[in-house]
């Protein structure tokens, strides 16, 4: 049986493991060949350690298993040279793009606003927000170049529709997503070109899973793994403590699918009802 | 492997148009199902409803499908029909995993009348909230979760629908839809029952190809350059609906709960 997204090729950011390896693999599982970049290095701030080369090489070993090709390289998103350079040769291997799942995404200081560092400030709105430009502008004419149309899934965030205290430099990137999505979904909306946003909870990965975020849910230092789990469960309706990444990349998956084929201008929490409470 | 093998489905509104493309689609990835409908006509309705040949043709549908479909006609406006509907339903195929509130009418006519609002507030909230309170006893007491998809509209996010009876209380009624499901997915949440409800822009099916509704759009130039798509497409096939509603009420949904969701064509963001 043919696969959903058989025979399109899709460009995913920050896919060296977390939610962009799952993506990768939903895809790949569904029929797609991908091109896969991701920064590789420690983020300033960041309460957690970057992806690695192994990382990104384990990512590129499990698509190959499901005999998918992948073109994957060391890209950042603020960069927007290298990251052209990265989806240029991609496509130039895999001969056509489809689908561009701008995931990559930094979680850093938490502090009141008015403490924030101003370095803080600008990282975090160039690689949450300016990084999901990039992957746009990036891969978008290689999109057009097709004629087919396509589908764009920019990842933003529980945090993409609604305030959270101690975090504004990642809640305003990732409400400016949203922003981008909707003109987005309007200028392409001609050429039959989708573009959506996705709206995580907290997401079973490395980003959320350090004493940092423990600590920014409970409102009290040295918090473990089972007191952020009780305080995120509180957050959300379903009686789950978090989601999976493969919960988001199903959702990734259906919104890349013709199945979707007249979605465009959608932003779709996978939260648990999150927003509800 | 159909994704949703063993399930019983309960559609309402399933005689033709989105409803009967429901069952046959829930059918098609393994789900039985309980088809309810009307078929019959309500007198504000300007254009011909579904008949019992068409509840027919639905489950034959269903059937070629071999899958398991039990029909009958029910007014959604009558709870105790629609529990007695349901409860036979159950007890023919086995408890409901998967609700899909479908069943409405667009009593939009160009000579309005009071009884309009009545109906369509009857038909398209009161309804939906009776299909809502048959099935979930049933599902809570079951202990094993499930998915309720409400259909809503464009009408249910914007103020769309045009200035008469049947057209105001067609907006209104379809936003408290949103409410309904945002309530439900609150209280329900905690049995890992799912609601979340879906808003098509117009759909090819009787209810908005017919001459009346034609009529109705026309007679107002600016509703009609109001309900144009952002993709180009006029329409969009009830089977696009369909797949909302299947990827909704599956396990690749599981955590997809309180979410109000757009199948329109860019129309809402557009505006």
Known sequence: MAGRVEGKVAFITGAARGQGRSHALRLAQEGADIIAVDLLEDIPGAPYHGATEADLAETVRQVEALDRRIVASKADVRDFGGLKKAVDDGVAQLGRLDIISANAGISTQMAPTDELDEDMWQNMIDTNLTGVWHTVKAGLPHIKAGGRGGSIILTSSEAGIRGYGNIAHYVSAKHGVVGLMRTLAIELAPLSIRVNSIHPTQVDTDMIQNSATYDLFTGKQGSTKEEFAAASQAVIALPIPWVEPVDISNAVLWLASDEARFVTGVPLPVDGGNYLI | ?271
Do not use: C
């Open chain 2, 1 to 271: 492997m159909g994704v949703l093998e063993g399930k019983v489905a309960f559609v309402t509104g399933a005689a033709r148009g989105q409803g009967r493309s429901h069952a046959v689609r829930l059918a098609q990835e393994g789900a039985d199902i309980i088809a309810i409908d009307i078929a019959a006509q309500i007198d504000t309705v300007p254009y011909p409803m579904s008949t019992p040949d068409d509840l027919a043709e639905t489950a034959r549908q269903v059937e070629a499908l071999d899958r398991r479909i039990f029909t009958r006609q029910a007014d959604v406006r009558d709870k105790d029909a629609l529990q007695a509907a349901f409860d036979a339903g159950v007890a023919e195929l086995g408890p409901v995993d998967i609700v899909a509130a479908n069943a409405g009418i667009a009593p939009m006519s160009l000579t309005p009348q009071y009884q309009e609002w009545t109906d369509v507030i009857a038909v398209n909230l009161t309804g939906v909230y009776h299909t809502v309170e048959v099935a979930a006893p049933s599902m809570i007491e079951r202990g094993t979760g499930g998915a309720i998809v409400l259909t809503s509209s464009t009408a249910g996010l914007t103020g769309i629908g045009g200035n008469t009876p049947g057209g105001i209380g067609y907006t209104a009624a379809k936003h408290g839809v949103v409410g309904l499901m945002r309530a439900y997915a609150n209280y329900l949440a905690p049995y890992s029952i799912r609601v979340n409800t879906v808003h098509p822009t117009g759909v090819n099916t009787p209810m908005v190809v017919n001459e009346v509704m034609q009529q109705f759009l026309q007679a107002d130039p600016a509703m009609g350059q109001a309900m144009a798509n952002a993709l180009p497409v006029e329409l969009v096939e009830p089977v696009d609906i369909s797949n909302a509603i299947v990827w909704l009420v599956s396990d690749a949904a599981r955590y997809v709960t309180g979410v109000t969701l757009p199948v329109d064509a860019g129309f809402v963001n557009k505006r």
